[in-house]
């Protein structure tokens, strides 16, 4: 992963012109340009790691700049935003890999003897400050890779179930599962880095989540090392043997312990996919004819639908001779209308199986007003997919600000909170869209999206006003703080309004009990008592 | 309901003739009869309410006799043994019905003041002693009878949501959103009586949960009244903020404080429903069926499966003139084998739906070598759904033993725990049968029935000693301890094994903090520490 931004330079491509002149024109220019500096010119602070840990673990210890600095943080904008202006100044003292669970424990144990914070560390994706190398009331912090628990450590095609180590990415997974016929069927943008184990501590949700469940829904097993003690729970279809407590330890986001392994439920995997686009007439319009779809029963797997400003950016970022461009001219030319909202649908499956199941979600979205656009707007769709944060790079690099927040709500308040929280976000940035991405019988959630240009030195004030009127929109309006992007340090100020007081004092009572000491994950999720 | 049986006299029906004649065969004659004392002959203690609460509450307060025995237990066959031998020394010193949220948590305030006990009492249908009168550290218990909070508090139609009183009725429910045509889908043995709140406190699992979802799947919002304060989360279909709080309300069983008000997830009334019975050669063919039709997408809403031991006697105390008993003898004549296993699959939709969904059920079933038996079996099956129960009652009055229990497990793990859980049952009597109950993607349902002759003035200890070898033998064959009965004080011994060390300390731990005074149903779901 680049340390200042997404992925691999190899993978970056070249900065989209269509993207950019399109942006010229709606922001009135762009920002001056904002590079990244090198990596050596990164500052980190002096290592202040006791020497316990240090004789102790050597062997799966790093403390040099590179380590430090590509464990300094998450993919967030002002993650972003710090890491190419060069401060790190806050990394971590050190970085340790341990090699297995019982490792997990031990290196725990001794950051509770010697004081020090643990920030535990998955694919490194966190879009909310999840790891962010807080130290808490301790005078060090470590992060702690999971890299190495990558094992596959069962894979039972019976059960359609897999026990995978928590540092596995979920795109090996995928790739190893899918030599076996099957599937994981989780493809958040993250897909490509994101780890199991972080997915889990997330309550990560991707973007073929409406058909294949949250990844709190694949979870079947887990296994957490806690400062108190192990919380290993055995893959179980189902149970009702009191609260569920693997319930507990997904979402944690790592301030009750490290998750170390996971049990996931897997599909068999599609012979078939067929993706297509989508046009409504308004994005009321389209979301009833979403809502009538999912409640009838008959959700694709993927269904996102976009808003009419989302729509006209990503088009008009597309470029006009782009597929997406050619779809909309066709639509328009046809339906003799002047915009609209464009949708992505999607099913997996058997041929036979998509076949019906696609008769199905047409024919309520027919219903609903929607105009087919064909599958050339879907391939187009299932192509870019986990393009997103690249191109964020790139727009950063011509000195704009980005940003996307999301949230969830049920149907008869979707409207209402749409409109909030997009007028809340319209007094901070020049462009703002919103789609719904995930669907349930009794809701949606709403992901926006804001962009325009940074005020340079002061991207983080900039960003936090907005951020700031999104939340407060979002509580006010009754949604809840995130579907699925977690809490990490962005979110800990609303996370009163989400849980109230006696649900707080809930959850630190649990970390009280599992992380006495409070080394795991300072500043994360749980506001301060 | 009856206080030393289930349901009420005019619904009980006679002793069936069939069933008694078959059993005095299989068990070489029955018990001697076991009548139930009459109301006015079942010992209570005196009360030891503090004047206090008498006091403050006697508005809605009830200490008569009949109060309090009608509160003394739940539905177990331990509780049944007890009242109809006329055995209620440790009834509640009192019964409380609060008329709302704020009134129960007024109660509960005055009880930790008062140093009382509170037993949460919604249907009083618990079969695992989740209503026993305990005191634990204190001079007096009450229950709280929360049959007052019945009110349907929202119907959000848009959104199918219900948001209803804690004390309100599933049956109730059901009737009041069936007017609008949609429906919970919520059908446990328990239906007519069971209340939401103790669905929610039980994780409950209705015979039809196999397509409507288990009732913590139908929970979207919950409100919980603490002795330390509030916990109110508002109805979200999804969310990633933080460990999910509603899932450690879900099957607290009343000792984290009681729930006074729960949101649902409703779903459109069907127009249509199908059930039909089938054949398998044995219950390993059938369950693996079974397996291939939940893996591949295409399971019904209601899908059961009795071994070849459930089936002869589903058959022989049906009759041989029944309709089942008619289907068996057209399936063996037609197959020319001996036996088999019988299962009930069912569908519910629009007429269109379930011809669709039933052609890819049906094509799996007899690929897995199934044979359909038709509509009369199945429609059978739905008339009798809720009438276990009351056999037992009847079979009780002729000095038998007759229990269940469940659990669940992996595919791959599901005949190992089969085998050694009859092995261990059939030690201690004379007829154990066991269906398949709910299919997941990843494993099922096993549930058991098993029966014997009573031992006269030994009824506890017999059932005791079934009871412990059946639980030892989940835990040692990788099974959870409840599937769907949930813990109460029958399953407390085996927690441990279920939820290890740390789950435990987790769970005390917020118990800790929600009631302090641990006056919230003492000795259920939690092993003292």
Redesign the interface.
């Known amino acids: 992963m680049r340390f200042w931004g997404w992925g691999e330079d190899a993978f970056a491509g070249e900065a989209p012109a269509a993207a950019l002149a399109w942006l010229t024109r709606e922001l009135g220019g762009l920002g001056d340009p904002a590079p990244h500096v090198a990596l050596q010119d990164v500052c980190v602070g002096e290592s202040a790691l006791p020497g316990a840990l240090r004789e102790r673990f050597g062997e799966i210890l790093r403390d040099d700049h590179a380590a430090r600095v590509r464990h300094a943080r998450g993919k967030s904008y002002p993650d972003l935003v710090r890491q190419r202006a060069g401060d790190a100044l806050d990394a971590p003292d050190a970085v340790l890999t341990p090699r297995g669970h019982d490792e997990v424990r031990a290196v725990l144990q001794a950051c509770v003897a010697a004081g020090v914070a643990v920030v535990p560390f998955g694919g490194g994706t966190s879009v909310v400050g999840g790891l962010e190398p807080l130290r808490g009331a301790h005078a060090a912090v470590i992060s702690l890779d999971l890299g190495a628990l990558d094992a596959v450590e069962l894979l ?1 095609e ?4 897999v026990v995978a180590g928590a540092g596995l990415r979920v795109a090996e997974l995928e790739a190893r599962v899918r030599e076996r016929g099957l599937t994981l069927g989780h493809f958040p943008q993250s897909f490509e880095y994101v780890s199991v184990g972080g997915c889990a501590a ?4 991707g973007q073929a989540s409406t058909g294949y469940g ?1 990844f ?1 829904e694949l979870v ?1 097993g887990v296994r957490l090392a ?1 400062p ?18 693997r ?7 790592g301030v ?1 312990g490290a998750i170390t392994q996971v049990a996931l ?4 995997a599609p012979e078939y996919e067929r993706y297509e686009g989508w046009m409504f007439s308004s994005f009321e319009a389209g979301a009833e004819a979403l ?1 009538d779809v999912v ?3 008959v959700a694709p797997d993927v269904a996102r639908l976009s808003d009419e400003a989302e729509t006209r950016s990503n088009l008009g970022m597309a470029g006009l001779g782009s597929v997406a461009g050619a779809a909309l001219r066709g639509y328009v030319k046809a339906r003799r209308v002047g915009g609209g909202c464009l949708a992505v649908v999607g099913w997996d ?1 058997t041929e036979e ?1 998509v076949r ?1 199941r696609r008769a ?1 979600t047409t024919e309520r979205l027919r219903a609903g007003g929607g105009a087919q656009l064909g599958q050339q707007f879907g391939r187009a769709w299932q192509r870019s997919r986990f393009h997103g944060p690249y191109l964020r790079d790139h727009v950063m690099d011509h000195g704009l600000f980005v940003e996307t927040l999301e949230t ?6 979707l409207h209402h909170l749409y409109r909030v929280v997009a007028s809340a976000l319209a007094g901070h940035a020049q462009i703002v869209g919103c789609h719904v991405s ?1 669907l ?6 709403l992901y926006f999206m804001f962009l325009d240009r940074a005020r340079r030195g002061e991207e983080i004030e900039q960003w936090r006003a907005a951020k700031r009127a999104a939340c407060d929109a979002i509580v006010a309006g ?1 949604g ?8 990490g340090v962005d ?1 800990v100020p609303w ?1 009163a309004a ?6 707080l ?6 970390k ?3 992380d006495p000491a409070s080394v795991m994950n300072p500043g994360k ?2 506001p301060a008592g």
């Open positions: 039972d019976r059960s359609r179930l997330t309550r990560s949700a949250r709190e079947q806690a108190a003690g192990d919380l290993d729970l055995a893959p179980r279809p189902a149970s009702a043997a009191g609260p569920e407590l319930r507990m330890v997904v979402g944690s986001e009750l439920r897997l599909r068999t809502r409640q009838s029963g499956g199986v019906a199905g969830a709500t049920t149907w008869a308040n995930h349930y019988p009794t809701g949606a959630s009754g809840t703080i995130t579907h699925h992007h977690a809490v979110h996370m989400e849980a109230g007081d006696t649900g004092d809930a959850l630190r009572a649990l009280a009990q599992l999720l749980l």
